[in-house]
């Protein structure tokens, strides 16, 4: 078993920054993938960062390319997404998600069966 708990979302106005953490607990050590993804309010449930905590690969949603960086500690067991020219359609909840099952890191919701309660992200322009 793995729990996640999120931090970091706040408001803020466009063009700043935040910073969410993701910690988890449990049996870390089986966790091979940890994403971010992110559900505003009407919308679908969309990827927007995953982390290879084998390789270290990352891979991101088109919409946050350039702007979103995801990172993992040493120790995995803290996920990080540093956010930066925030937009309004960022506006979200943003959860935090482990995939046990080791292979490529994509940003399929179903694929990962670990999940966070989400911190609130809001944009405003």
């Known amino acids: 078993q793995v729990q996640l708990v999120e931090s970091g979302g706040s408001s803020v106005p466009a063009g700043g920054s935040l910073r969410l953490s993701c910690v988890a607990s449990?049996?870390?050590?089986?966790?091979?993938?940890m994403a971010w993804f992110r559900q505003a309010p009407g919308k679908e449930r969309e990827g927007v960062a995953s982390?290879?905590?084998?390789?270290?690969?990352?891979s991101y949603a088109d919409s946050v390319k350039g702007r979103f960086a995801v990172s993992q500690d040493s120790h995995r067991t803290t996920l990080y997404l540093q956010m930066n020219s925030l937009k309004p359609e960022d506006t979200a909840l943003y959860f935090c998600?482990?995939?046990?099952?080791?292979?490529?890191?994509?940003?399929?919701?179903?694929?990962?069966?670990?999940w966070g309660r989400g911190t609130q992200v809001t944009v405003s322009s």
């Open positions: 998600a482990a995939m046990t099952i080791w292979g490529p890191c994509g940003l399929r919701d179903v694929d990962y069966n670990y």
């Open positions: 449990g049996s870390t050590y089986i966790t091979a993938c």
């Open positions: 982390f290879s905590s084998g390789t270290f690969a990352t």
